[in-house]
């Protein structure tokens, strides 16, 4: 009955804008990869018919469709759940066999109807009020046609790893993680309770059920303050950690969107709100932890600017590689781009190299050379970056005989002369 009040209460403000709730972080990753990495043109390239009739197959044969007849109470539950969210595409649910707790939806894309499956060990651990927020975050990433985007980044993700740059594979992997966001809020709307979904996440998270423990909301959201201390991240899961899920749906509960009764507390506006999601989901991300790899990630960003720096900036292409090499230690490469003026550039220069030449190791000769290959990764050594490099090596403690040495063995080894071609006019 609580749940029938909050929800008619939510339908008194109108049909539900659910593109003013989506958070605008997976929003703006979305745009990045659909724009500025143009993946949004494949998805009319990769047939999507045959997976989906064969993914409709798996699931008649391996699965059972609910129904009135055979699960009354499930299947009501779902289709009292696409009502309320007025999301008339035909949806199949189903009920699969499996140990492991979860729910997934998969696109139909307009061949066959979508697609939601249940497991039986998440219908066994969770009540019907928990059950609502499952549902509705499912439809929810069929409300933001999630695969559409899914599909191109699974297509890339079956390649080698080193096939997929650091940029890419970082976008991609975070916009993954903010699409849950997303749905997460859908699913908020047909189970407006975060005490509900703090205990259905705390069951995810043990496999038990409140006949086997306690439930206190406050100590379970307590280990997230280790695991900020901690700042390992955790970057590569597919969802974010269940305790920064139930914070940013508690601050969604307390969004303008969501406002309750005059005399409640102000509400967070959207901007606000998205802002303080985003500092929850800054903990996922992945930092170097030991002093040198913090070292050799300024010495990439510093130094690698610094030799590839012309009179009119530093050519994308050396952006690009600059960019491989701090993914390697970061999933946040661009907030090491940040320079104030040349000067206070060069004295970052100084300030790392000083670091590793006083080093009793051979980083700074690895470093080096990844420097000289920056620099020859288009095709050409100009004599202004022939002599920043030895500029740097000096810095480094580096004779000039080695840096020489250095030099030679990498051309011989990366070096693929270019010709120095000028654009021509070209009238369309």
């Known amino acids: 009955m609580e749940f029938a009040r909050k929800r008619a209460s939510l339908k008194k403000k109108g049909k539900i804008d659910f593109e003013a709730l989506r958070f605008s972080g997976e929003l703006d990753m979305k745009m990045t ?15 999507k018919e045959d997976e989906v009739i064969e993914a409709t197959n798996t699931m008649l044969s391996n699965t059972v469709r609910l129904n009135n007849l055979m699960a009354p109470r499930l299947y009501n539950i779902c289709q009292e759940i696409a009502d309320y969210l007025e999301f008339d595409e035909e949806i199949s649910f189903y009920l699969a066999s499996s140990p492991e707790v979860n729910a997934f939806s998969i696109n139909g894309f307009g061949f066959e109807p979508h697609m939601i499956c249940l497991t039986s060990s998440l219908v ?15 439809i929810g990433h069929l409300i933001y046609e999630h695969s559409k985007l899914d599909v191109v980044r699974r297509i890339l993700s079956n390649r080698e790893e080193n096939d997929i740059s650091h940029s890419l594979s970082y976008c991609l992997a975070r916009w993954q993680k903010y699409a849950e966001i997303s749905s997460d809020r859908i699913g908020y709307l047909v189970c407006p309770d975060p005490k509900v979904i703090g205990k259905l996440f705390f069951k995810f998270a043990s496999g038990l059920n ?5 439930f206190d909301i406050n100590l379970y959201l307590k280990q997230l303050d280790k ?37 409640d507390r102000k509400p967070i506006d959207q901007e606000k709100l998205d802002e303080r999601v985003q500092d929850y989901l800054e903990i ?17 960003a510093s130094t690698g600017c610094y030799v590839s ?8 292409s050396k952006i690009y590689l600059i960019n491989e090499m701090l993914g390697a230690y970061t ?45 020859i990764s288009d ?12 500029e740097v090596g000096k810095k480094l403690k580096i004779s000039d005989y080695e840096i020489t040495q250095t030099i030679r063995r990498m051309s011989e080894t990366y070096l693929m002369p270019q010709k120095r071609l000028v654009p021509q006019n070209v009238v369309k």
């Not at 009540?127 to 975050?137: K, M, T």
């Open 210 to 214: 409140e006949d086997a423990l306690n």
């Open 379 to 390: 095709g050409r050594m100009e004599k202004e970056e022939k002599d920043v490099i030895y």
């Open 309 to 316: 720096l012309t009179p009119e900036g530093i050519p994308d």
């Open 124 to 138: 066994n651990m969770v009540n019907d009020d928990e059950l609502h927020f499952v549902i509705g975050h499912e």
């Open 33 to 47: 990869l659909e724009d500025d990495f143009a993946l949004s043109n494949y998805y009319d390239i990769f047939d």
């Open 227 to 263: 695991v900020k201390e901690l700042a390992v991240g955790d970057f590569f899961a597919t969802h974010p950690n269940n305790m920064v899920r139930i914070k940013s749906l508690i601050l969604f509960g307390k969004s303008k969107f969501l406002a309750g009764k005059k005399g």
């Open 284 to 300: 996922l991300e992945l930092h170097p932890r030991k002093e040198v790899d913090k070292m050799i990630l300024e010495f990439f």
């Open 331 to 375: 999933s946040q490469p661009e907030k090491y781009f940040e320079f104030k003026s040349f000067e206070s550039l060069k004295r970052r220069v100084t300030k790392v190299c000083r670091y590793f030449a006083e080093r009793h190791d051979t980083y700074k000769y690895d470093l080096l050379e990844k420097l000289i290959y920056l620099i």
